[in-house]
């Protein structure tokens, strides 16, 4: 069992200082004409996704090739998981494969860790169940710190997470990452979608966006994961909208300088107003730009970083 | 937005005559023992594919492995697209990811058009709807030059386009191409195969393949696209393969010198008899011969031919 | 139509000594820490699967890339195979897009024979119906040789080979190669199970694991292929499990040293104790890794061996 990205509380303040150094190095390699170094040259990622994410995939294989490892890609509809392997034979197969790092997603929380454990090589959770998914939090991080122009903190910064927070890992992710880099967060959404005892969240909790709006730097809107819910707890999705929507009028009602993010598929009109998708105040392109340059860095980290390999040639 | 490839219509006759010529030479390229150049080293060329067509995205992604880009393929069954993911947010995610190209097919005419619009990026449009697949039509057109032997004209060759004209965007494609290097085009079809107003085509019609099989040169066989209309439209297959179908009788009555062709996939039996696609008549499979070095040609002119990249050292 | 690998009974003794000793040449290139030679720079690999095998594909994709070659992945589901076409313009039109060598797998015994009679290049059987797997068993040749140390041989190796022999490809390539190499092979399994005229076949049979148990230095555990058989086969799988399942309490009545191998992929339980599969009796995981140094030898005798290019350079 090697290093592994499960869940931001496995990263000390000083790695998460090193990732977002390295992701501002390789956002200038990918900002070259030829975005590629030979810093993972041999070594293969495999992708290993239980759940359909084609974006997280592709941002990850990408992230892999730019560093010219080799990418295997093992989907899970029509292999032997079919057949009834186990998760764990189905890893180690991976393993031995040749694999050098695997990426998962599962939708099971806890899952990545449990696999971690049988294995040898590296993992990154790539989003697990409600736990955690601590790459979009780190590409969350950047893209804030980038637009603030701030050293690595988000001292001060007010970030209003809203929505379905309960099942939301990536607001899990993010709650713990965006805290520690000094920001003070406060969960905005119905109770039947925040968590009912918060007493160990460094975070506030608010029933109603136009009361906090004002407030606000960033307002961080989620998907509601309804795949993860019965009906039953959201009765009305018109209701939900109504009270949480960021719509035009909404906005209007915001800091003059708020900015918002999503961390994508973007349902227009459910969670967001259409046209606030493409405003200058929106910083959802950038989120998946920067996905890419955060992913190099944590798979140089994970993989070559402690063998002394950052080469100034590059 | 970039110049992109939707339409054969989009290009001039300089630009058809340019990407003939590059076509050459990347067919060469392809006859090497290591049949790659570096010509797209660094670019990343991605297929956005939202209808099953194998053959004709490996053939992009082919193309592009030849010219050293890295390929991403955004497979669309098991995407964010089932979350609910509108068109363009799928497109625009692809480009914040780093595309420097997308190549796109959609069951929707004219949606290739719509999505170029909303994008800083060139697109390939690989079969929109029953619209356009230029380059279907580029390969079927360097596929008859190269049978000729001609200077990137068709002067007087007389092709019959036969079968389901009124659903084939590659019939579209090949009108527009074949008529404008000189060809003499004439669709062959039933009735309610054949568009009810043609006189803004430059073509000629019939409804006897029987009658026009003399005079042609080329026998252009259209697979029928039994997906895109109801059945009433065609009451009997029986019927229309006893008028249509490519027989190996039927084939002793054309001209001597007549060559087939159909852009596949060949259902024998149906629009062509079974051993005329594997006779020395047929160049159907130099049709897919012909599509690498042609797809080569349209992304390296996209993304490389104006920053005068086609170095003589390849 | 080239030499391709269909069956072991294609290969010469000359020709499997060759292939064994290409594989270690290739598991020390797997060994160094940039696992790649440019063996097959500029060759295309094509892998066409017709049935479910993530493992096997990513193995034989594994192998093609880390001798430089391309690799192009044909899925089925998806494809124009959809549309009606058949096998041989699938397969004809995968080497007109400019593959050199096609690894196919198909749910037909002899398929993957028919195919290469119509094709100008190679092509390897990744697993025809019930009719041959030879690469598995090559790969297991190697990890026995690898045990017992032996200089490809397995003389007076006594191999038990158990369970659903009937419907196992796996069997079929294990049988001619382990006793070709000097092993001497009992099938093991209920008499449904067993193929019911032998005398062709350099074996001996037992219908009893216990009483054969105590003389076999290797217990290869096959899969149980239910997808090949009706339920009237085997009434009970209860029944199939009390007398062939490898139970903890089985395994301690076999030979101290006899080893335990299974084609993959497991299911705990069903032929294999779940605590053995990991155990140090286990060479499965080795298997697994011997997969890719074999298909590395496979591919590069096929496409280059005959060109004299084992460049000791590399």
Chains 1, 2, 3 share one sequence.
Not at 96 to 105: E, F, N, P, Q, Y
Not at 174 to 197: C, H, K, T, W, Y
Not at 250 to 269: F, Q, S, Y
Request: glycine residues 6%.
């Amino acid at each position: 069992m090697s290093r592994s990205l499960i869940s931001i509380s496995d990263l000390t303040d000083a790695e998460i200082e090193k990732i977002l150094d390295l992701s501002k190095v390789f956002a200038e390699v990918n900002s070259r004409e030829i975005p590629k170094v030979p810093a993972l040259k041999g070594k293969t990622v495999a992708t290993l996704f239980f759940e359909n994410s084609t974006r997280t995939r592709l941002s990850f294989e990408l992230a892999a090739s730019r560093l010219s490892a080799d990418v295997i890609t093992f989907s899970v509809a029509g292999s032997s998981v079919a057949k009834g392997e186990s998760l764990r034979d189905t890893a180690e197969t991976i393993e031995s494969l040749g694999a050098d790092l695997i990426v998962m997603r599962h939708p099971s929380s806890g899952s990545v860790k449990l696999v971690s454990e049988w294995l040898r090589v590296p993992m990154v959770n790539a989003g697990d169940g409600a736990f955690q998914h601590p790459t979009q939090g780190l590409l969350d991080a950047v893209t804030l710190i980038e637009h603030f122009k701030s050293e690595n903190n988000l001292n001060g910064v007010r970030i209003g997470i809203i929505g379905d927070v309960i099942h939301s890992r990536v607001a899990r992710s993010n709650i713990q990452l965006m805290s520690r880099l000094g920001a003070e967060v406060v969960l905005v959404g119905p109770p039947a979608f925040l968590p009912s005892d918060i007493s160990a969240w460094p975070v506030k909790v608010s029933y109603s966006l136009d009361e906090v709006l004002p407030e606000l730097d960033v307002l961080y809107l989620l998907r509601i994961q309804s795949e993860r819910f019965s009906d039953a707890v959201l009765p009305s999705l018109a209701d939900f909208s109504s009270s949480y929507l960021l719509s035009r009028d909404r906005l209007k009602r915001a800091r003059k300088d708020a900015v918002v993010m999503h961390p994508g598929p973007v349902i227009r009109g459910v969670e967001i107003a259409h046209e606030i998708v493409d405003s200058e105040r929106s910083l959802i392109r950038r989120q998946v730009e920067n996905g890419v340059p955060v992913r190099m860095a944590v798979l140089y980290w994970l993989l070559a970083a402690n063998e002394g390999k950052l080469d100034p040639a590059w």
